[in-house]
């Protein structure tokens, strides 16, 4: 519940400030170097996971 005396521009302002602070010390994200490895098993996790929820999907269904 917002106070009626409570200035929101100041709030925003300060969320603004963190948000601009935040951006300036995160490197953007293809400046990141994930080794292939780290890349690969990712995407054969997230291939298996959607296999095996496609064969429970296709035995719920049947």
């Known amino acids: 519940m917002a106070y009626p005396d409570e200035d929101q521009s100041a709030s925003t302002a ?3 400030a963190f948000a ?3 951006d300036d ?3 953007a994200p293809w400046e ?3 080794p292939r490895s780290k890349v690969w098993l990712l995407v054969g996790i997230v ?3 959607a296999i095996v ?3 429970i999907a296709a035995l ?3």
């Open 14 to 16: 300060r969320f603004r």
């Open 20 to 22: 601009q602070s935040q």
């Open 25 to 27: 010390n995160m490197p």
């Open 32 to 34: 990141m170097k994930a």
């Open 47 to 49: 291939v298996a996971v």
């Open 53 to 55: 929820a496609a064969i």
């Open 60 to 62: 719920m269904i049947g």
